[in-house]
């Protein structure tokens, strides 16, 4: 039984896709090639993600499209990233939680966290939402570590 006849082509191998590390890898590839702008493609996920990216000051500004390609509906993002004469604001952002390992934070963990990584930020998936550990502190809530800013 040869590839092809199973459904599979080697070309194009099934995976399981991460949406929020595509966005993550976007925002590194831009900031580390100075790109001020970038288009992606958008679904519910990844527009938590970027919601959340945009209130903490790691996108300056992002604009929703959709486009219409044969019977689907492709949503696209162009967000346009931060930057003080030719350096980007953010140093890097980092992908911590995967499909195959989920990274969690108590409340009490990320109070003690938080005293410690000075300027860094900690995105969070919450019950409230994805947001910042400013918030989850306010919120007085943990949840899965998403990304870590720096």
């Known amino acids: 039984m040869d590839l092809k006849s199973a459904g599979s082509s080697p070309a194009f191998p099934t995976m399981q896709y991460n949406s929020f590390a595509y966005v993550i890898n976007h925002l590194n590839i831009a900031s580390t090639r100075k790109k001020p702008k970038i288009k992606i493609?958008?679904?519910t996920k990844t527009l938590l993600l970027i919601?959340?990216?945009?209130?903490?000051g790691c996108i300056h500004r992002f604009i929703i499209c959709s486009k219409q390609v044969?019977?689907?509906?492709m949503r696209y993002a162009y967000i346009s990233t931060p930057f003080f004469k030719q350096t980007p604001f953010f140093k890097s952002v980092r992908l911590v939680s995967t499909p195959s390992r989920r990274h969690t934070i108590s409340l009490k963990s990320l109070k003690t966290t938080?005293?410690?990584i000075r300027s860094s930020i900690i995105i969070?998936?919450?019950p409230y939402?994805?947001?910042?550990h400013r918030e989850a502190l306010r919120l007085r809530t943990g949840g899965l570590i998403l990304c870590f800013i720096s």
């Open 41 to 43: 493609a958008v679904t």
């Open 51 to 56: 919601k959340a990216l945009h209130k903490v």
């Open 70 to 73: 044969g019977t689907r509906q």
């Open 114 to 116: 938080a005293g410690s």
């Open 124 to 126: 969070l998936s919450t």
């Open 129 to 132: 939402g994805v947001v910042d």
